[in-house]
């Protein structure tokens, strides 16, 4: 009876959509917004293609709908900054540029060559999202061109200095 429990501190209740929905914070950054523009059009264009005569192309628009997908959570969660495994912009500009090359060329055909109207709107949504996709490499390419006019050198770099005859093939 003596036993009085201390009042556990509360702490505010998230569902599980706001876990895995991005943050407001990241949502609002320019990164964000542009991965978040490339899901959304990635899965317009997947519909309109799956809706139509030319749902031979559904698959490219798939494809990048999952992969833009995949680093809108890794960038909100801040995965890339826990999982060093590889250089996660690289990564980014590698499949911006393909994305872009594909939906262009996919847009074109299917543009061109198939007369439904489903066709043609998934055409437009490839052709907006060629432009959001070449927006996104070009941002990254110029973040990668300052990194690299740095020396390639962060704050973090951990690597010690080779000696270059150490591992000298050329006798």
């Keep these: 009876m003596g036993d009085i429990e201390a009042p556990q501190p509360t702490r505010p209740r998230q569902s599980v959509l706001q876990t ?24 317009i264009s997947f519909v ?4 139509s005569t030319a749902a031979a192309f559904v698959t490219a628009p798939l494809i990048e709908f999952l992969a833009a997908l995949f680093l809108l959570f890794g960038y909100s969660t801040k995965f890339n900054e826990n999982f060093q495994g590889f250089h996660w912009p690289l990564m980014d500009f590698l499949r911006c540029v ?3 090359i594909i939906f262009f060329i996919i847009s ?11 066709s043609k709107a998934a055409a437009v949504f490839g052709f907006i999202a060629t432009i959001v996709f070449a927006l996104d490499f070009y941002i990254i390419f110029n973040d990668l061109a ?8 962060t704050i973090n770099d951990t690597t010690t200095p080779r000696d270059d005859s150490s591992e000298s093939d050329s006798d």
């Design 98 to 100: 393909s994305a872009s």
């Design 20 to 43: 895995i929905l991005p943050s407001r914070e990241f949502a609002s950054s320019r990164k964000g917004m542009l991965l978040i523009a490339e899901v959304v059009l990635s899965f």
């Design 48 to 51: 309109c293609f799956a809706a």
């Design 146 to 153: 300052d990194f690299l006019k740095q020396g390639g050198e």
């Design 108 to 118: 074109i055909i299917a543009v061109s060559k198939y007369l439904d109207g489903s």
